[in-house]
Each structure stands twice: as C-alpha cells, then as structure tokens.
T-cell receptor
Framework: TQLLEQSPQFLSIQEGENLTVYCNSS?????LQWYRQEPGEGPVLLVT?????EVKKLKRLTFQFGDARKDSSLHITAAQTGDTGLYLC????????FGKGTLLTVNP | NAGVTQTPKFRVLKTGQSMTLLCAQD?????MYWYRQDPGMGLRLIHY???????AKGEVPDGYNVSRLKKQNFLLGLESAAPSQTSVYFC?????????????FGDGTRLSIL
C-alpha cells in the first residue's frame, strides 16, 4: 500500500503570512498532483509535477517535487483569505493515491 | 461547462434501505471513479471503471456495487445501507491513467444513514 503523509493536518494563519505544507511518502511516484478543495465542492487540480526536482509556480503558489520523487511541498507567499481550503496531494502510479490533506484557514 | 455532475446532492436513508448515486460526465473521458471522503480519512477509492462495460474494485469496495452501461455515466449502488456508509461521495473522471492525467471531480453527494 502506497501511503502519502501530509503535514500539518491543520494550519491557521493571518493574511499576508507565508506557509509551507508537505507531502511525504516512502514510495516513488511517477508524478504528483496537488488539488484544492473548498467547502461543499469537489477537489480541483492545481498542478502536476512529473520530474524529480521540478519546481512549478502558480502565481503565489510554488510547488516542488523531491529529487527522489517521494515527496513534495507547496509554499504559499503572502497568503490571502481566498487561499482557505483543503489542500490534497495525490501520487500517481497509474492510480492516484491521495493524502489526507492539510486544512488551511487564512484569517483576515 | 457541466463537467462532472452528481445526483442527488443530499440524501438521508434509513438503515437497510437501498439507493443509487448517479454520476454523469460530458468530457468523453474513458476513466471514472467513485470515492468516499470521511473526516481524518481523506479520499478513499471505492470502485473505478476504465471504460464502458468494465468496473474494478478500489480500496474500500465492500457494501457497494457499480455499473458503467454508458460511457458518460457511472452509477454507485448501496443495496442495504449501513450507518458506516454515512459519508460524502465524490465521482471523478479522467482521460486516462497516464502519469499526468488529472481527475475532474463532481461536487459530491452528502449521504446520511440513520
């Protein structure tokens, strides 16, 4: 069984702060996807990282895939209230394995 | 731009009742999935389908059945509902299972079993 551990499980910060959330596994994945889920909605894909060491930026969000393709991180710069949501990582080896998520609350 | 549509959005059942959750996608995707999401457990795969007429078991298939008679529809059935099946159910679809294929999710069905 391939497991993905996300940390922290909960994070509450003030608007304007920076934060990093982590996604770790003992398994190697072909790619890793990050999703954001808002209350009452389904997850929506933010980014897919494929190559070990890859860094992708999406406005204030920076995603990194570990060199060994076992872990990933998501860094948000100057968080906004609109960033509030559940952030899920999912590792892909033909089937997706989801982590349990990090619930981020950005307070005004 | 409907994407993935789930019906119903909410349902309350009594223990032992049966029901079917419907998922429809308009993106011509080959692959479809049913997940359940519970607090502290994340998304867990119940069943999935790699094409019309085919289904396969996921991580937590017990107590559920599925059918994929048409490419665009994926049905999830509960034959005899149990309180442990109280959850939020999500359907998803994807073009394939290549390493970078994203899954597109519906907005969920919130099911309570009393």
């Amino acid at each position: 069984t391939q497991l993905l551990e996300q940390s922290p499980q909960f994070l509450s910060i003030q608007e304007g702060e920076n934060l990093t959330v982590y996604c770790n596994s003992s398994s190697v994945f072909s790619s890793l996807q990050w999703y954001r889920q808002e209350p009452g909605e389904g997850p929506v894909l933010l980014v897919t990282v494929v190559t070990g060491g890859e860094v992708k930026k999406l406005k204030r969000l920076t995603f990194q895939f570990g060199d060994a393709r076992k872990d990933s991180s998501l860094h948000i710069t100057a968080a906004q209230t609109g960033d509030t949501g559940l952030y899920l990582c999912a590792g892909s080896n033909y089937k997706l394995t989801f982590g349990k998520g990090t619930l981020l609350t950005v307070n005004p | 731009n409907a994407g993935v549509t789930q019906t119903p959005k909410f349902r309350v059942l009594k223990t032992g009742q049966s029901m079917t959750l419907l998922c429809a996608q308009d993106m011509n995707h080959e692959y479809m999935y049913w997940y359940r999401q519970d607090p502290g457990m994340g998304l867990r795969l119940i069943h999935y389908s790699v094409g019309e007429g085919t289904t396969a078991k996921g991580e937590v298939p017990d107590g559920y059945n599925v059918s994929r008679l048409k490419k665009q529809n994926f049905l999830l059935g509960l034959e005899s509902a149990a309180p442990s099946q109280t959850s939020v159910y999500f359907c998803a679809s994807s073009y394939g299972t290549g390493t970078s294929q994203p899954q597109h999710f519906g907005d969920g069905t919130r099911l309570s079993i009393l």
